[in-house]
């Protein structure tokens, strides 16, 4: 599987981006991930192959919403009223489960997009 994320750039604080991950295999579930300077990697949210479910973390729910078009074979992050800690290059992976996607060490990771929110 071939994962190609995009849509990272400098917003202020209140604003909105959105995130894509163009994946070879769509039937995947797509999970997106961040890392901040200095801290771990963490789960940002998921969905399955037929977009019915879906995941978030708690620390963006409410504001971050996950979505697919099976059509282009993309997996979107809207991520809207960002925070200065939102702040991270985010990725995203993908697993044949939901479980895996969150779980798996051989899941497929693509490169990083960085997103930069000023206060």
């Known amino acids: 599987v071939q994962l190609q994320a995009s849509g990272g750039g400098v917003v202020q604080a209140g604003g909105s981006l959105r995130l894509s991950c163009a994946a070879s295999?769509?039937?995947?579930?797509i999970g997106w991930f961040r890392q901040a300077p200095g801290k771990e990697r963490e789960f940002v949210a998921r969905i399955n192959w037929s977009g019915v479910m879906t995941d978030y973390a708690n620390s963006v729910k409410g504001r971050f919403t996950i979505s697919r078009d099976r059509a282009e074979n993309t997996v979107y992050l809207h991520m809207n009223n960002l925070k200065p800690e939102d702040t991270a290059i985010y990725y995203c992976?993908?697993?044949?489960?939901?479980?895996?996607?969150?779980?798996?060490?051989?899941?497929?990771w693509g490169q990083g997009t960085q997103v930069t929110v000023s206060s």
């Open positions: 992976a993908a697993d044949p489960s939901m479980y895996g996607v969150r779980g798996n060490p051989n899941r497929y």
């Open positions: 295999d769509i039937s995947d579930v």
